[in-house]
């Protein structure tokens, strides 16, 4: 009788390491299909710049409309050449240059944020 029962101690603790082996592995397969977090995150951040890489599309946009409305006016009061006139060119000019410092940094940001997506794709 010590035999049998020493038989069916044996089988069942076989059994239940077995099974325990057997679901420690399925879950480590299971896991190393789905994506990790990281990965959700880094989808999660492209998304964000993507966004921000449209913003500053539609900011560059609106920078340069600016730009070409500010050189406009300058090229108008320079064909009507009045003294009065000549601090409101001082202010054009400040602020072309403004514009053209805004544009530069826009690109920039562009071009960087350009690059990040083509890293995180990669």
Request: aromatic share 8%; with cysteine.
């Amino acid at each position: 009788m010590l035999y049998l029962a020493s038989q069916m101690v044996l089988f069942l603790s076989i059994a239940v390491f077995l099974g325990l082996f057997v679901g420690w592995w399925f879950s480590r397969v299971r896991a190393s299909n789905k994506t990790s977090p990281n990965e959700i995150v880094s989808d999660v951040d492209l998304v964000a710049i993507k966004h921000r890489l449209d913003n500053c599309f539609d900011e560059n946009v609106v920078l340069r409309r600016d730009l070409k409305v500010s050189q406009d006016k300058l090229i108008r009061f320079d064909v009507d050449d009045d003294l009065s006139q000549q601090d409101s060119k001082v202010e054009l000019n400040e602020k072309i240059k403004v514009l053209l410092d805004d544009l530069q940094v826009r690109d920039d940001t562009i071009l960087v944020l350009e690059q990040t997506i083509e890293q995180q794709r990669s």
